[in-house]
């Protein structure tokens, strides 16, 4: 199957999330292998992790929300024909675009002032800005996905329907 430019698009920020899950899992790991059996610690871990954490938060905001896969409250949905749960779907959709929009605006300040002020790290003096600016463009990823899935919820609602594979092995 080939897959258009806004579905690699789409797979590529999936990969993304996938690999800060795997960055944060090696960076905890790392850190306790260290500190249990060496009594050593990694300069810098604790900031690290937070920000790290704070980056796969933001990129997994764009996996979660193109496929829908964030927690849901399905009662009127499920009530509703289908005319009603696309309407409800295309509803929340577009709530959901406005909320992550105006953070993605937050967080774009809070990446400006962060470097303005030259917030560092506690032990290697590292700015922390970039790992905010990293966070900030998973926020503008999940902005573009949102906005896609709005649009195929609206003019292509066939392209958003689940894989019959992936649903029977749900």
């Known amino acids: 199957m080939t ?9 590529g920020i999936e990969f993304a999330a996938a690999a800060f899950i795997g960055i944060v899992a090696v960076d905890i790991f790392v850190s306790v292998l ?3 059996l060496f009594s050593a610690s990694i300069p810098d871990s604790y900031d690290f992790g937070r920000l790290l954490l704070g980056i796969l938060i933001f990129w997994g905001i764009a996996a979660t929300s193109y496929r829908g896969g964030h927690i849901t409250v399905d009662l009127v949905w499920a009530a509703a024909g289908p005319r009603g749960k696309r309407a409800i779907d295309v509803f929340a ?11 993605t605006a937050m967080l774009f300040d809070k990446v400006r002032t962060t470097r303005a002020d030259h917030v560092l790290t506690y ?3 590292l700015p922390t800005w970039p790992f905010f600016a990293v966070a900030w463009a ?11 899935r709005t649009y195929r ?4 609602p066939e392209k958003l329907a689940p894989d019959p594979i992936a649903k029977a092995l749900e």
Not at 3 to 11: A, K, Q
Not at 93 to 103: G, H, N, Y
């Open 3 to 11: 897959l258009n430019p806004m579905d690699r698009f789409i797979d």
């Open 34 to 36: 260290l500190r249990y």
């Open 93 to 103: 959709t577009l709530v959901l675009l406005f909320v992550v929009t105006v953070q």
């Open 123 to 125: 032990d290697l003096h």
């Open 138 to 148: 998973g926020d503008v990823s999940a902005v573009i996905l949102i906005a896609v």
């Open 153 to 156: 919820l609206i003019f292509h």
